[in-house]
């Protein structure tokens, strides 16, 4: 049975590949089999489309119905049953199809890693303030000379005719000379220390080497396992946490050895990826060639690189439920990084500067209804959107108390 689709809304590869990443990709995987089988030609292996709706809806009442494709799949997968998600609308479904076609056309793997020399020329290329310190310099020096040179000249043009002038004073005697250079000390002395302070406990860039070669790059990244696998935390709680090894091993139990792109660390040196994997087993006392565990584990130590002072608060579960924040907005473009480094510098401007331009979900919040001013500023045309600044977001006690 063929359904005209033309008379309904297009489906949204982008929508798609939102609700993937929330609630598929942590068992599937567009061109590999991880949980549950690869996706990609998803659509060709149904005979109805309809039926397909269902399976992902509810799976159960599917296999109850007899359909042969779905009680093979079912046994294939030793009887797990597919999570149901009632909450998906058809249109969310033909969403992420899309997102699995435009998936399909891409080559396996990604796009290929920077290698360490184009790295290296981002990273050169990316600040020059090293460069324009020493041009400074350089100019200040220059300026010293000639200074000195025009105060010769004159002396010798006086001399000629007949005006004899004082021998100039050396630069490094010169008292106007010393007082300009202690107060221009005082002053870049000042300027660094006043950033040291701001900056203390928090190092943007910071990237240290962990006791496993963990590759966001190719777990959220090419296969797109939803961050909240992983940190769950982070939307029930003040803190996203570190995964236990158990939520590695979910995965790590069937997946033994790496068979993805190349892997490089920061200083350009390739990483044995299956190497890595046998690390975890190590941690965790897991025998790969037995399938079961033979030695007591022992927890891996990996080090923290995003940390705020103790006197601020945030909450992770506020910023990703209620403010709908993703978690590039502070950790960067993570599903690009194999090793991750610190985006973002976390400083107090930062975080006030989000809070200015970042717009609430207003209109419809019940919290918000005591705003009473705002909404009818909204009705009268005056605003057309309320941003975290307007409700209290700048205000010290939101964050220090």
Known sequence: MVIPFSAVKAADPAKGKQIFQQNCASCHNVHKKLTGPALAGVEGRWADKKLLHQWIHNSASVLASGDKYANDLFNEYNKTAMTAFPSLTNEDIDDILAFIKVEEAKPVGGTPKEGPATAGAKEQGSDNSLLFGIITLILAVVALILMQINSNLNKLAGDKEGHPTPEPIPFYKNKAYIALGILVLFMVGGYFTIQGAI????????????????????????????????????????????????ICMNCHKAIKEYSGPELFTAEGKKVDGTAEIAKLYDYVGWDAEKGKYTKPGRPIEWTKIH???????????????????????????????????????????????????????????????????????????????????????????????
Request: with cysteine.
């Open 199 to 246: 900056g203390l406990g928090r190092q943007k860039d910071y990237m240290p080497e962990q006791p496993i070669f963990y590759s966001h790059k190719v777990h959220a990244g090419i296969n797109q396992i939803n961050c909240l696998y992983c940190h769950a935390g982070a939307e029930k709680s003040k803190h996203a946490m570190i995964p236990s090894e158990n």
């Open 307 to 401: 940390n705020l002072p103790d006197h601020v608060y945030f909450n992770h579960s506020q910023h990703v439920v209620a403010g709908k924040q993703q978690c590039q907005t502070c950790h960067g473009a993570i599903t690009e990084m194999d090793e991750v480094h610190q985006f973002a510098d976390l400083s107090m401007g930062w975080c006030i500067n989000c809070h200015r331009t970042t717009k609430v979900q207003f209109a419809d919040n019940n919290y918000y209804s005591i705003f009473e001013k705002l909404h009818q500023d909204i009705k009268d045309k005056k605003i057309d959107s309320v941003t975290v600044e307007m409700v209290g977001g700048t205000e010290c006690q939101k964050c220090h108390y």
